[in-house]
């Protein structure tokens, strides 16, 4: 199998916030990027309404700083929706991603237009990490020819966060800390659905781990080498 070209880019910004659709009164937060949100955010680059499935592209994500969150109170104004009335404040409890840093890997049939876009920093749409408040500007790093794994290895380093069910097994390692996210919306659809979940595993403080990999994992995951990146780096 041949090199498969990889952009890479990075997002960081003071805050994000990418709520977990299971909370209600208190907007709890993902670790990282979501992959609907990530789709987001290449789609307002592109300028597309809605990022086309179809694309067949893949997309990862490696965390470079360790996750810390906060909670902090916002004032909700303006929503329509409520029984009393748009200039309601109502005081809300939001978890907060403080200084996240994450390296976004994307390959595709976007692949050119999204690097002359990310490379020259332009835009259609303002990109934001999660929630509107939560700006960010992606910054380019490179473009790179993958290397995909070998389909008789099953036990790999991997550098990146990883879908779970992607995972047969974590060879122990000592110091190493996981953390699996559960419930991770899949899909997009239009009017502002959602199809299927899935859960990830990450390494709390951003260190390269083995694992044995599921020969049938439900959702596709692809494990591509990048230069400069110590292990392999799961695309889904």
Known sequence: MGDLPVLVFDLRAPLAH?????????????????????????????GFEQWPEEDGGWTGIQILRPVTTRVQQLSML???????????????????????????FYT??????????IRNHRAVYHTYLGS???????????????????????????????????VKSIVPEPGLI??????????ALPHRRFTGTINVIYEENNRPYRVQLMPSPVHPVSLVGVPDIKGYVALW
């Open 18 to 46: 990418f709520r977990r659709p299971d909370t209600t009164l208190t907007h709890a937060t993902y670790p990282f990027i979501t992959r609907t949100a990530l789709r987001g955010l290449l789609g307002a680059v592109m």
């Open 78 to 104: 303006g929503k329509g929706f409520l029984e009393s009335g748009p200039t309601f404040n109502r005081p809300t409890t939001v978890e907060l991603v403080i200084q996240p840093y994450y390296r976004i």
């Open 108 to 117: 595709g049939k976007f692949i050119s237009e999204l690097t002359d876009h």
């Open 132 to 166: 509107a408040f939560a700006l960010v500007v992606p910054e380019f790093v490179g473009l790179y020819p993958g290397s995909p794994l070998r389909p008789q290895e099953e036990e790999v380093l991997v550098a990146s966060v990883i879908p779970a069910d992607a």
């Open 178 to 187: 996981f953390n699996r996210v559960g419930g991770l919306l899949y899909q």
